[in-house]
């Protein structure tokens, strides 16, 4: 196992001007109940780092952490049904400013479900990044979940539907570790890039 990402829990705010500076920054994306938070954990290799819920759709914030070289940030998972359309709305514009706007950003990372995904939200977000030129990278999690059989049947569709190839998607389980040592070094090398600021 490689050396956990020492995150810490600097803030929450609800818009993109509220951010302190950072010198890069990776955005972490997904609709909620992905396993987002439970990624952030074993990326640091801590319990509750990031808030892990049975319960989707409470992160309606930009949650920042500190890491080494820069910041993570967690975004509102999308596509949480209970929510009215006012209010998924306003979020998803939130989202979008963030991700347009946040000018240490070097990479976002959007996580798919790997038992199910991409969903045809994932695929609206995987177009409307596409369109606004954001550096991206898939994420399929809860590899676990998928049966060993199934496995490589699944890399190839979850990638088709992304219209990406299998080798262009890295695949993790939060809960048994896959992935995460190649995800870390991701994250490093990432964050040691410089963000739009040098543009
Ligand atoms: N089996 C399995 N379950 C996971 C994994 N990652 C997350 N989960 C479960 O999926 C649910 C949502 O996880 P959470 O991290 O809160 O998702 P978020 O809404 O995207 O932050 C929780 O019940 C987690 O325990 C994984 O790698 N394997
Ligand atoms: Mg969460």
Known sequence: MSTPLPLRFVLSAPEVDELPHSPAELAVVGRSNVGKSSLLNALAARKALAKVSGTPGKTRLLNLFETDGGTVVDLPGYGYAKVSQT??????RRMHRYLLER????LTLLLVDGEVGPTSLDAEMLDWLRDHDVPFQ?????HDKVRSSKRERRRRDLAAGCELDPREIVWVS????VGIDRLRALVREALAR?????E
Do not use: C, N
Not at 87 to 92: I, L, P, Q, V, Y
Not at 174 to 177: N, Q, V
Not at 194 to 198: N, P, T, V
């Open 87 to 92: 209010e998924r709305r306003a979020w998803e």
């Open 103 to 106: 000018e240490p950003l070097v």
């Open 138 to 142: 898939v994420v399929a999690t809860k």
């Open 174 to 177: 939060a809960e048994k570790g």
């Open 194 to 198: 410089d963000g739009r600021a040098g």
